[in-house]
């Protein structure tokens, strides 16, 4: 994707080398994080995150509908993620497609825990009106406008400050029903409930270069690694999933360092998101 | 349903004669070679512009001009409701080819033979006039990219309900089932390069309809025209000049 010469490549990987990268950063250092939150007014929660030249926007919508039978106490929610060719030109028409599957495949192992929902960011029992009857669907809907390297950690940041933007309208049961009649909701337009965000996790992707490993690789960067592994952390330095990528192997004891090193950066992260997202919410409040 | 109460103000507070708010910004893709979000009231969209480069695919190559080619989307999120299969229905197709007419007719395509310009728009947020919201974007983001042409496009749409002709539909109006007149103009060479209309109008009230739409357009390229401008100084006051 990103043509490259030969001279180029010895500059990034020497500097990777050296610990001063092409734009002036260390190894360990993200580049400035911007977020911006409801950008999408018609959506309940948005929000819009740049990285450095990488640009998503997440947005959270929320419909009524029908539990499963199997989980009867569980809302459901689905992460879905759109590459536009904005982008990049090879995304036109199906070229995104998997891409986008890899992304959504990623976020939703890294942010909503197992099949049970165990271990999930956002509760999904939390999401239910009436057992069995009328739950809540979250549909999350991240598109990449722009993107230059580390998708996946920008993406994560940007789901994390659209749910806690979010306001889910609070649902009044009109009458009492009886058997399997499927009860009949108010929902209000002057009261909304907020989520719980705090257990949501960053992610951090460890990209490796020669033998070192950086965090938030840009494109030209990402084109030089040999694999990737990205850790979603949470608040308490819990690790919630993981996902490896790329070709080459990695033995086992470096993983364990890299997990080591995403918890360490990752607490830096959280720190930063959170003072973001609460600026960028005081500033949407002011105008 | 009344869509023009009889004090003359419609659903959304505006005056029939009257657009919605207009809000421009270039630059908004970092890796593109030219891009730019344009918004009126609340559709949203965004443009990129990639290009003039190498022909990816041989075959298109075309000797002696400029092959444009454009591609609309709309986000999963941009909609009411929210989208299931976004990508690739009959009526992005659509969208998409007349975007790319209205475009061709007024870049220079002659001055880059063998070249390839690729113009792509990703609805944000739709609430009526998507389609002229993405032809303003474009051109500006053509602006962007430096690419010649022989003049600013600009579009605007209007309608007719309520024995009134509206400038500007929004959403509702839009689905309202009256006509929708949307116009292209080159505002300098005075020229139509985009009509389109469904259902049905007398004659001597499209005529109405569509002067009320041209006048729509040229508000919109005092309104570009001043973007630009306001870009330029800036370039020219970052290169110290």
Not at chain 1, 158 to 187: F, H, M, R, W, Y
Not at chain 2, 106 to 135: E, K, N, Y
Request: hydrophobic residues 40%; proline residues 4%.
């Amino acid at each position: 994707m990103v043509g490259l010469s030969v001279g180029e490549k010895h500059f990034i990987q020497g500097g990777i080398a050296q610990d001063l990268r092409s734009d002036g950063r260390k190894r360990l250092t993200y580049r400035p994080i911007y977020v911006e939150t409801g950008v999408i007014p018609q959506a309940h929660g948005s929000a819009r995150v740049r990285l450095g030249a990488t640009d998503v926007i997440a947005s959270v919508k929320a419909e009524l509908g029908k539990p499963s039978a199997l989980q009867s106490d569980k809302g459901k929610i689905a992460i879905y993620v759109d590459c536009s060719p904005t982008a990049a030109p090879v995304f036109e028409g199906r070229g995104g497609e998997e891409l986008s599957t890899e992304l959504s495949i990623a976020l939703q192992r890294c942010l909503l825990g197992g099949k049970s929902g165990a271990g999930a960011g956002i509760d999904p029992s939390s999401l239910v009106v009436v057992e069995g009857k009328v739950c809540w669907d979250l549909y999350i809907d991240g598109l990449v406008i722009s993107s230059d390297g580390n998708l996946l950690d920008a993406l994560a940041a940007a789901i994390k400050a659209a749910l806690s933007n979010t306001g889910i309208p609070k649902v009044d049961l009109a009458a009492e029903t009886t058997g399997d009649e499927q009860p009949e909701v108010n929902i209000s337009d002057e009261e909304f409930l907020q989520f719980d965000t705090s257990g949501i996790p960053v992610i951090v992707t460890l990209t490796r270069v020669g033998r070192h490993y950086i965090v938030d690789a840009t494109s030209e960067e990402e084109s030089q690694m040999s694999s990737a592994v990205s850790i979603s952390v949470n608040r308490k330095g819990h690790i919630c999933g993981l996902t490896k990528r790329g070709g080459a192997g990695l033995d086992p004891s470096i993983i364990l360092d890299m997990i080591s090193v995403a918890k360490h950066v990752s607490e830096q992260l959280t720190i930063k998101l959170d003072s973001e997202i609460a600026a960028a919410e005081a500033s949407e409040e002011e105008s | 349903m009344e869509y023009v109460s009889p004090e003359g103000l419609r659903l959304d507070g505006r005056r029939p004669m009257e657009m919605r708010q207009l809000r421009a910004e270039i630059g908004t893709v970092a890796k593109a070679d030219g891009s730019a979000v344009f918004e009126m009231g609340n559709t949203k969209v965004i443009a990129a512009v990639y290009g003039p480069r190498e022909v990816q695919n041989r075959s298109q190559q075309i000797s002696d001009q400029a092959l444009v080619r454009c591609e609309y989307s709309m986000a999963n999120f941009s909609t009411g409701d929210r989208l299931r299969k976004p990508k690739g229905d009959r009526r992005s197709t659509e969208i998409s080819l007349v975007i790319r007419q209205t475009m061709e007719a007024c870049i220079l395509t002659h001055l880059m033979p063998r070249s390839q310009i690729d113009i792509f728009v990703q609805v944000l947020q739709a609430d009526g006039g998507t389609r002229s919201a993405c032809i303003n974007a474009a051109t500006l983001a053509l602006a962007d990219a430096g690419i010649p042409m022989r003049d600013i496009v600009t579009s605007c749409s209007a309608g007719y309900l309520n024995s009134a002709p509206l400038l500007d539909l929004n959403y509702i109006e839009d689905s309202a089932g009256g006509p929708d007149v949307t116009v292209a103009i080159l505002p300098k060479l005075d020229k139509v390069t985009l009509l389109q209309m469904d259902a049905k109008l007398p004659v001597d009230i499209f005529e109405n309809v569509m002067g009320l739409a041209i006048e729509g357009c040229k508000a919109v390229s005092n309104y570009i025209k001043e973007v630009l401008l306001g870009n330029t100084k800036q370039l020219e006051y970052r290169r110290g000049l």
